[in-house]
């Protein structure tokens, strides 16, 4: 039987998907770079080739999660059509929905402890995403008055910290098992509230 990094031609990214499986199984603190190679089917001193260690694999582990993210959100906001506030909102479900689907990649991104800084790559990848959700604020808080517009970069934060809370809290595990409300109905109904407060949008609407 071929080994799995040979096989496909490319060992580095063999192990990546490798450990995305560990990560996805038992966290990113919870495998050995060993246990990763044994997963990737190739000896225990191959991934040592192209990562120095478990922390240089979850770095581009968590870069490729960035510049998927990125393209996720991107594909979702369509520049801001139909409206502002649709796109906002279809940010807001691509983004529950990449936590959902790519589980080894968001717990590298957001719960491996590693910082955004750790690489150049890294942190421009994170950037990129994190423009994506900037301008997606931006463009919808443009339609409120100067006087009570938040910066876009704070506006994204708070929906951020927003979905990450709903990801950890709602959307792990066995659906509904803490909630009797779907992670995308609890960020809508969230979301709305915030606006709400923000004056963007009427109380009864």
């Known amino acids: 039987m071929a080994k799995r990094g040979y096989h496909h031609g490319n060992l580095r990214q063999a192990l990546v998907e490798a450990a995305l499986e560990l990560i996805a199984e038992t966290g990113p603190q919870g495998f050995t770079m060993a246990e990763a190679a044994k997963r990737a089917d190739v000896s225990a001193a191959a991934p040592y080739?192209?990562?120095?260690?478990?922390?240089?694999?979850?770095?581009?582990?968590?870069?490729?999660?960035?510049?998927?993210?990125?393209?996720?959100?991107?594909?979702?906001?369509q520049d801001g059509q139909p409206s502002p506030l649709v796109a906002f909102e279809a940010v807001g479900r691509a983004y529950l929905a990449f936590a959902r689907k790519h589980p080894?990649?968001?717990?590298?991104?957001?719960?491996?402890?590693?910082?955004?800084?750790?690489?150049?790559?890294?942190?421009?990848?994170?950037?990129?995403?994190?423009?994506?959700?900037?301008?997606?604020?931006?463009?919808?808080s443009a339609r409120m008055p100067p006087d009570r517009r938040p910066p876009a970069a704070m506006f994204a934060a708070h929906i951020t910290a927003l979905s990450h809370g709903i990801v950890a809290v709602y959307a792990r595990g066995t659906p509904g098992a803490r909630a009797p409300f779907t992670p995308e109905e609890l960020l809508e109904s969230g979301v709305g509230v915030y606006l709400r407060g923000l004056g963007f949008l009427d109380p009864d609407t």
Do not use: W
Not at 58 to 67: K, L, M, S, T, V
């Open 104 to 140: 080894g990649h968001y717990m590298s991104m957001f719960e491996s402890g590693i910082p955004v800084n750790a690489s150049k790559e890294l942190a421009a990848a994170c950037a990129r995403a994190n423009q994506v959700l900037i301008r997606a604020a931006a463009d919808l």
């Open 49 to 77: 080739r192209h990562f120095t260690g478990r922390e240089e694999l979850i770095i581009e582990i968590a870069r490729q999660g960035y510049d998927l993210l990125a393209d996720v959100l991107e594909f979702a906001y």
